[in-house]
Structure formats: C-alpha cells, structure tokens
C-alpha cells in the first residue's frame, strides 16, 4: 500500500511566479490535509478537502492561496505571485473516512519550496 | 493561539537510557492524541497515539501517558536507540480533524 505521495520533492521560483504543488493520498483514503511549516517553526494546517468538496480552509492566506481535491486525480495546492514569505516545506496528509474524529492522519514526505 | 505545546525545544539522552518528552495543551475538547516522529528533509511519521478513554498506551519501546486533568502527556521512550534522533511532534486534531501541533523537541541520543 503506496503511502502519501507529494511532487514535486523541491520546486524553486522567482518572485512572482506560480507554485503548484501536488498530493495523492493513500488508497482508500478520502479526507485530504495541507500543512505547512515554516523555517524554525512547527506544522501549521492549512486547508482540509474532500473529493471535490474544501471542508476547512481556514489557516490558509485569504490571497494567493488556493487547493482542490477534484474527483479524479491529485490535490493541488496552488500559489500565486509567490514572494520570499512563502518559501517552506508544504506538507500533505491523508486519512480515511472519519469516525467519531479520531483518525490518524498519514504525511507525504512534503514540497519544499525556495522562493528567490 | 497555541492549544499544544511542547516547552523542551532539546533533549539530550545518552544510548540506552529513557527518554521523556512533555506536551501540554489547553484545549478540553481534545480526546485523541498523537505523536509523530521527523527526520530532516522528511515528512512526519506516525508514532503513536492514545485516546481520552484511556490513560496509557503502549507500543514496543514506545510509551504515552496522558493526565487529562494536567492536560498532560508524555512520550517515554526506553531504551533510546541513535534512530531514535529526530524530531518529535505532539498534535492533537479538533472537532473538523485538523491537527494542532506543539513546536517540536529535538531529540539527540549519544552513544
């Protein structure tokens, strides 16, 4: 059973260019997270995603910041304009079909992003 | 707003000995725990994780204690072995799923 898969590992942009950023959950898992973490600091969430559905996506940037989880295919997380800010390691995590909420969630092994 | 937190950023045990690692949170409505282990340029790796029902779980050299009326848990790992130095995470998912995690202690075994 293949884990998290994210990709690219390590994706470098110039100021203003785009990010895109993608996640395939592992098999049988429907519930799909975003984290990031910042240098020196710990994993913030960022958006939570169903199949075609965004279910939280509260910790994320309300501008340049998007994510899908359409029915076919990875998550995307996608961002625009990047600026040096947004340079990190994005993490990605997978969880099946929840059940009262306490449901271990699965991490890929994240996109680090360097912003020049 | 910091509902996890991990006030140990380091912890330095010598091979063979127990290593213990405090979280501490804030928030009641927690009843699920975890902690996850993370090497450099990797992703989180799920350790363990010990629901509000219960007060210990246990899992080979991997031990966690919850205190819920402290609002503590700790992660005893006995013996630590040199593979055990990484980074440990304590998080905590809220009522939609999403994970709180502490800040992290860095964990260096010695031989």
């Known amino acids: 059973n293949a884990g998290v898969m994210q990709n690219p590992r390590h994706l470098v942009r110039r100021r203003g260019q785009e990010a895109r950023l993608r996640c395939s959950p592992m098999?049988?898992?429907?519930?799909v997270y975003w984290y990031r973490q910042l240098p020196e600091e710990g994993l913030k969430f960022m958006v939570y995603l169903q199949k075609e559905n965004i279910i939280d996506e509260s910790g994320m940037p309300k501008e340049r910041f998007s994510a899908e989880f359409p029915k076919e295919g990875p998550s995307i997380l996608r961002i625009q304009q990047v600026v040096r800010g947004d340079s990190a390691a994005y993490f990605c995590?997978?969880?099946?079909?929840?059940?009262?909420?306490?449901?271990?969630?699965?991490f890929g092994p994240g996109t680090r992003l360097l912003v020049l | 707003d910091q509902q996890v937190k991990q006030n140990s950023p380091s912890l330095s045990v010598q091979e063979g000995r127990i290593s213990i690692l405090n979280c501490d949170y804030t928030n009641s409505m927690f009843d699920y725990f975890l902690w996850y282990k993370k090497y450099p340029a990797e992703g989180p790796t799920f350790l363990i994780s010990?629901?509000?029902?219960?007060d210990k779980n246990e899992d080979g050299r991997f031990t966690v204690f919850l205190n819920k009326s402290a609002k503590h848990l700790s992660l005893h790992i006995v013996p630590s072995q040199p593979g055990d130095s990484a980074v440990y995470f304590c998080a905590a998912p809220d009522s939609w799923g999403k994970l709180q995690f502490g800040a992290g202690t860095q964990v260096v075994v010695t031989p």
């Open positions: 098999k049988g898992h429907s519930h």
């Open positions: 010990i629901s509000s029902i219960k």
């Open positions: 995590a997978s969880s099946p079909l929840r059940s009262g909420g306490q449901e271990t969630q699965y």
